[in-house]
């Protein structure tokens, strides 16, 4: 009933048996990992994945990781793509590995700072009209902490919050002060 232990007459992988054998692959520069179609892609996608955590942010409060999600869609996008335009006749070089990196690691950038950036949270009711809705006597609710949306400030809040908000970690602060490293048990057991 399947518990029948035989023997292996036959290689489990056909070809040469290669096991142990490390084979290098030169790692382009930079500039060549980081394309025009790359970024195109990944705009793309970020803007799609800023749309989804706005809406889950808004709707529901939290958000779970879509790293997994980012890296399907984008090789889902990135195979759909080449597919077509080798299908209209067009010659298509494959997207590099490196390539489909700076796609993934763009993807999740912007949804993080779309999420940790506070657009779906506490940006929106810092406007004065939100200060009025609530009410001037509500409890609380009090003038000078009305900030209404302005392109300069946000885009160097938002350096601050993708940029520095490592450095106010809870556990980055608790292994600071406590000379732990980053990634102890115990810095994790404090928090």
């Known amino acids: 009933m399947g518990s029948e232990v035989g023997e292996v007459s036959e290689p489990l992988l056909s070809g040469t048996n290669k096991i142990g054998t490390v084979v290098s692959e030169r790692v382009p520069e930079w500039k060549d ?43 889902f996008f990135v195979k759909s793509w080449t597919g077509f ?35 779906g949270s506490y940006l929106i009711a810092m406007d004065e009209r939100t200060y009025n809705l609530i009410g001037v006597d ?9 900030k209404n949306p302005g392109l300069l400030w946000m885009i160097g809040f938002l350096f601050v919050v993708s940029f520095f908000a490592n450095y106010i970690h809870p556990q980055a602060q608790i292994s600071l002060a406590e000379k732990l490293g980053l990634e102890s048990f115990f810095a994790n057991y404090k928090i």
Do not use: W
């Not at 025009?36 to 996608?45: D, E």
């Open 33 to 75: 990992q980081i394309t025009i179609r790359g970024l195109a892609v990944s705009a793309m996608l970020g803007t799609l994945f800023c749309i989804i955590t706005h809406k889950l942010n808004l709707t529901v409060g939290i958000i779970p990781s879509l790293n997994v999600g980012a890296g399907l869609l984008g090789f």
């Open 138 to 146: 509500y409890p609380g609710n009090r003038a000078e902490d009305v």
């Open 85 to 119: 335009l080798s299908g209209l006749g067009f010659q298509v070089k494959p997207f590099t590995k490196q390539e489909n990196t700076v796609i993934q690691t763009c993807v999740v950038a912007c949804y993080g700072l779309a999420f940790s950036g506070g657009f």
